[in-house]
């Protein structure tokens, strides 16, 4: 039983249209799921991915409308890095980002962004054999596409802390905080970096969450298995697409591990991902109440289309 690499990483926007204009707009991902966060089912739960929604390539984000600007700090993550084929991406990358006004930075041969609302993201060149996870966005080549994740950058004051229930959830390494998670079929990068004196804050541009892929659906075996190393994990929780755990690893970086399954074809076709508001059986019901309230979203891809 092994965790296969991240499943999605879920951040915090202020502004649900821009959002969508900018990760489907700019970085060629397809909005998956438009869906409601499910403690709180008056605000958006918008899930980016490859074109099938695959995890290790979704990026979810709840909407709370006027967000103030959310500050990593310890215990949160502070950086997301991205795959891509090769070094002619990095530089399709910087110009189509600099043609767009977002500033970029090289290092290290890696290109340095943040989104509209200060979320940094990073894209690496691919060193590994995973299936590439691409998005299928009409101007983006396919050659050129994010690939899916590589890992995430955290911070934290004690990374060893950590180490005990790193290694007992099947992370291997750790030299200079640098961990690997990695399953039969996919695998992921987490690593820490010194946290800043400033105290973090939630907010708009902020991971709220990291969650890893127990591919199957045994979040009883694997909660099993967190309360022996001295976590405190939530009850098993049904999130309709995929069943997850919750937990606080010592550094403080909220976990989750989700199900690979049943996944978002489980109400809509995979041909229409994303094209309107899902609720979950729970919810349904309340979707007279719920999408008025919720903003309309923009369609960047059909814009592309047109062009």
Do not use: C
Not at 91 to 105: C, D, P, S, V, Y
Not at 150 to 171: H, I
Request: charged share 25%; proline share 7%; hydrophobic share 35%.
């Amino acid at each position: 039983m092994s965790l296969e690499g991240i499943h999605h990483i879920s951040a915090i926007t202020g502004n649900a249209p821009a959002n969508v204009e900018f990760y489907v707009g700019v970085l060629g991902l397809r909005l998956v799921k438009k869906t409601v966060n499910q403690d709180d089912p008056t605000v958006y739960h918008l899930f980016y991915g490859d074109e099938r929604g695959r995890p290790g390539s979704e990026l979810t984000f709840f909407e709370y409308p006027g967000a103030g600007s959310g500050r990593a700090g310890a215990g949160m993550v502070h950086r997301i890095v991205w795959r891509v084929a090769s070094a002619e991406a990095i530089g399709f990358w910087k110009n189509r980002l600099t043609e767009r006004g977002i500033a970029t930075e090289t290092v290290g041969g890696r290109l340095r962004f943040l989104d509209p609302e200060g979320l940094a993201h990073e894209l690496a060149i691919s060193a590994v054999d995973d299936e590439p996870l691409a998005g299928g966005a009409p101007d983006v080549p396919r050659e050129m596409a994010l690939q899916g994740f590589d890992g995430v950058r955290a911070y934290s004051r004690d990374p060893a802390r950590s180490e005990a229930l790193l290694n007992a959830l099947g992370f291997s390494g750790g030299e200079d905080g640098a961990w690997e998670v990695r399953g039969d079929e996919r695998g992921s990068l987490f690593t820490y970096d010194p946290a800043p004196e400033e105290r973090p804050r939630q907010g708009a541009g902020s991971v709220h969450h990291i969650a890893f892929n127990t591919g199957s659906e045994d979040q009883d075996e694997w909660r099993r298995r967190l309360i022996e190393a001295g976590a405190w994990p939530t009850p098993v929780i049904d999130r309709f697409y995929f069943r997850s755990v919750y937990f606080r690893e010592p550094s403080g970086v909220l976990f989750e591990l989700a199900s690979g399954g049943p996944g978002f074809t489980a109400d809509e076709e995979a041909e229409h991902l994303g094209e309107r508001l899902s609720l979950p059986p729970d919810f349904e019901p309340l979707r007279e109440t719920i999408e008025p309230a919720l903003r309309s979203l923009p369609d960047p891809r059909s814009r592309a289309d047109r062009a």
